[in-house]
């Protein structure tokens, strides 16, 4: 079982930062690959960014590509989300997820791949 905290959303102006963190308890956090989602009201849940378990490997949605970057931190057991140059298009509720991986390399993009969900932060992007 792993447990996922995230934190860090707040309310930002258009063009603004902020950095949004999840902090994963209860297992060993190097076994599992990380990724991060949002959902919007009324929308469906959608991938945003994911980082192998070795963090070796990244992948970003074309929505956020080169605004944000994931990074991860095994003596916190804790992955990022840097997000710049924010857009009202991108407020949204933020979930990190976690999923065991065989593979030191592989990185996870659909919701049904992970097997762990935090609780989500609320992101909004005024204009």
């Known amino acids: 079982q792993v447990q996922l905290v995230e934190s860090g959303g707040g309310l930002v102006q258009a063009g603004g930062s902020l950095r949004l963190s999840c902090a994963a308890s209860g297992r060993t956090f190097s076994s599992y690959a990380m990724g991060w989602f949002r959902q919007a009201p009324g929308k469906e849940r959608e991938f945003v960014s994911a980082?192998?378990?070795?963090?070796?490997?990244?992948y970003y949605a074309d929505s956020v590509k080169g605004r944000v970057t994931i990074s991860r931190d095994s003596a916190k057991s804790t992955v990022y989300l840097q997000m710049n140059s924010l857009k009202p298009e991108d407020t949204a509720v933020y979930f990190c997820a976690a999923v065991r991986s065989a593979s030191s390399g592989s990185y996870y993009v659909r919701v049904g791949e992970y097997e762990y969900w935090g609780q989500g932060t609320q992101v909004t992007v005024s204009s």
């Open positions: 980082i192998s378990r070795s963090g070796g490997s990244i």
